[in-house]
């Protein structure tokens, strides 16, 4: 999960398309704006002093660059076509005022633009704003040409590395998304052999008993009708995670880490097969004992991995409510790794927390997790930058998407971070 004051998911989905979140466009016009009023409201001011007529036009111009900057994120090349004229005129208005000065909302447009547009649009953006360069010669010689082609070449080369370390982070995201798809997979492959061998063992059984013993071997064929259920439930949520669609992660900001405390594997020491009866309630299993046991990634080991984070130092309160025996294995599996993750991003990432509370809820249609805990954000991270949390968070939207839940992630008004996911049971069995 991402450690961030803001929205995580809107940052991810909004970064993906190769634009900026709603909140970080608004703090980036904030900023720019600010700047843009202060550094060139003060020139305009001091140099339109000897010029009081021309002064409230050139005023006029700078509120209106900084107006425009406004939309910088989202059309960047209106937005410069726009200041670039703007700017000139203020030069052309007072000549006390610097061309690098009276261009520097054009210059953050540019910056911007060179970091969210295709190369060939912001080489182009960048040979024309070179096009005043005999402008500067004119007013300030050599050294007037030079600052201002330095400026604007470092203008469009800072973009250009925000560019690229965006498409850095876009391969890491793709790769994490690859992983979770692939333990996903695993498991599902696990849990559906697991099955199809107790159908294959109970059909060797009603046939051998069928003749003698026909209520045995009817016994026999409602587990198998049962476990068929349930692998075709979970090869159905196989296909869907591997549906070709819009990847949602292709292009967030950077995560490092985030490696999960196992493989997610399931063994075949598994006494249920996760399968789920007619009405998708998920109470019917093969073994007939409604439980799920063995090593892997079950809610019934949430005790087991509570501990392990006690024996750290950390509070771990668990409260869980309703029967969650006989759960569709890939509900089961997606509520046990949120929790995990959540748990091992509170450890890493959440400064000062020494308190984590998990609440898992087990109603009729679905299965509700929730992770809270008491940390704060570490001081300096930007919204998705927190390191290793944002593959975390990747593999917990994944499985949620997967099972056609939902998953909202934040910090709580009071305090702390909350992780909540709801994971409906029918739509996954």
Not at 120 to 133: F, H
Not at 157 to 180: I, L
Not at 257 to 266: F, I, K, L, P, T
Not at 338 to 360: K, M, P, Y
Request: charged residues 20%; proline residues 4%; contains cysteine.
């Amino acid at each position: 999960m991402s450690r961030s004051s803001g929205q995580p998911d809107d940052t991810l989905a909004a970064e993906a398309r190769g634009q900026l979140s709603p909140r970080a466009a608004r703090t980036l016009w904030w900023t720019s704006a600010g700047l843009v009023l202060t550094v060139l409201g003060t020139s305009v001011s001091v140099a339109g002093a000897d010029h009081v007529g021309r002064l409230p036009v050139a005023a006029a111009l700078v509120v209106v660059q900084a107006a425009a900057l406004r939309w910088q994120a989202r059309a960047p090349v209106t937005v410069l076509a726009v200041n670039a004229p703007a700017g000139l005129a203020v030069w052309v208005l007072l000549p006390a005022v610097t061309l690098t000065g009276a261009l520097l909302a054009a210059q953050i447009t540019l910056c911007v633009l060179s970091a969210t547009r295709p190369r060939r649009v912001s080489v182009l953006a960048l040979a024309a704003m070179c096009l005043p360069a005999p402008l500067a010669f004119g007013a300030g010689g050599v050294t007037g040409v030079t600052v201002w082609l330095l400026t604007v070449a470092l203008a469009w080369t800072a973009g250009q590395w925000r560019r690229a370390q965006r498409e850095r982070t876009r391969a890491e995201m793709r790769r994490a998304v690859v992983e979770e798809r692939a333990r996903i997979a695993r498991e599902v492959h696990d849990v559906v052999a697991h099955t199809l061998s107790v159908m294959v063992i109970q059909a060797g059984a009603a046939d051998d008993v069928f003749a003698e013993r026909p209520e045995q071997a009817r016994q026999a064929l409602r587990v198998i009708e049962t476990g068929a259920r349930s692998a075709l439930g979970e090869l159905r949520l196989l296909l869907r995670a591997f549906r070709p669609d819009e990847d949602q992660y292709a292009d967030e900001d950077g995560y490092a880490d985030g490696e999960y405390a196992d493989d997610g594997r399931a063994r075949d020491g598994h006494a249920d097969d996760g399968s789920a009866d007619g009405d998708g309630t998920g109470t019917g299993t093969a073994t007939e004992t409604g439980k799920q046991c063995g090593p892997g990634p079950w809610l019934a080991r949430l005790e087991e991995l509570a501990q392990t984070v006690r024996a750290t130092g950390m509070t771990v309160r668990l409260h869980r409510e309703g029967a969650t025996a006989g759960l569709p294995a890939t509900v089961d599996h997606a509520a046990y790794r949120i929790v995990q993750e959540s748990l091992t991003n509170t450890l890493r990432h959440a400064v000062g927390a020494d308190e984590v509370s998990v609440r898992v809820t087990a109603e009729r249609d679905c299965v509700r997790v929730t992770v809270i805990d008491n940390g704060r954000t570490a001081p300096g991270l930007a919204p998705g930058y927190a390191a290793g949390a944002g593959r975390g968070l990747v593999g917990m939207k994944e499985r949620v998407r997967l099972v056609g839940g939902s998953l909202r992630t934040g910090p709580r008004p009071g305090g702390g971070y909350e992780v909540s996911a709801r994971l409906p049971v029918d739509r996954a069995s």
